[in-house]
């Protein structure tokens, strides 16, 4: 069974990085979380406020999904269109594809963009959205180094006060963003919490606090991965 009796709390505006090794549940939980998976599996969703999650969660999937007929605008703005809201979020996107430097390219096809520039694409597409809680999976991991280490900075600054849940393998990405991180490991699944840096996000590589804390980090991953195989 990958979950029995699992409790996950999310601290209202912060980030929550979830680790672990590939196949450990990561994906899954999220997916359930966002009400796109879980089967027969019971999901109960508390919120602070007390008021329902549903139709109050963005989800980023580690593949930019931009349709390759659409212009960038328009991939922006898909989710009001699937809803029949037409064009109404149009100026908030036109401001937020300014804000992360594709302001020029607005009427681009995916196709005409970097890897870089898409995923930005995609991020804008979430927070069109305008949803309180932001759901992640690995949006940055096949990106390059320095690419990558932008556009968690760009995330960071424009969903700064969203709850927001981050899949990651990397573990530097989760110290430089986490205000929480969680180390998933066995059958069923279990948390196993990790220190975070004292330092406010997004952190610098840079950072000594970061960079002591890579080591822990990676025994806890590798303690993760053994439980796997044990």
Request: hydrophobic share 40%.
């Amino acid at each position: 069974m990958l979950f029995d009796d699992l409790h996950l709390d999310l601290p209202g505006g912060r980030w929550t990085c979830l680790l672990g090794p590939s196949g450990v549940g990561k994906t899954s939980l999220l997916r359930m979380i966002a009400g796109i998976g879980g089967g027969d599996r019971e999901v109960e969703i508390t919120c602070g406020d007390g008021k329902p999650l549903h139709g109050r969660a963005a989800y980023m999937a580690q593949q930019d999904l931009l349709l390759p007929w659409l212009s960038v605008l328009d991939n922006a703005l898909l989710g009001s269109r699937l809803r029949g809201e037409g064009r109404k979020r149009e100026p908030l996107a036109r401001e937020l594809l300014k804000s992360v430097g594709l302001g020029d390219r607005l009427h681009d096809r995916p196709a005409a963009l970097s890897g870089g520039m898409r995923q930005r694409v995609a991020l804008v597409r979430t927070l069109v959205e305008e949803r309180p809680v932001v759901l992640m999976d690995e949006p940055f991991s096949g990106l390059d180094a320095i690419t990558k280490l932008e556009l968690q900075s760009l995330a960071a600054r424009m969903l700064r006060g969203r709850t927001v849940l981050l899949v990651t393998h990397d573990p530097l990405e989760a110290l430089r963003l986490g205000h929480q991180l969680l180390v998933l490991s066995g059958r069923p699944v279990r948390f196993e919490p990790a220190t975070v840096p004292p330092s406010p996000t997004p952190r610098d590589v840079r950072d000594h606090s970061v960079l002591a804390l890579q080591g822990d980090l990676l025994d806890l991953l590798t303690q993760a991965k053994l439980a796997e195989v044990a």
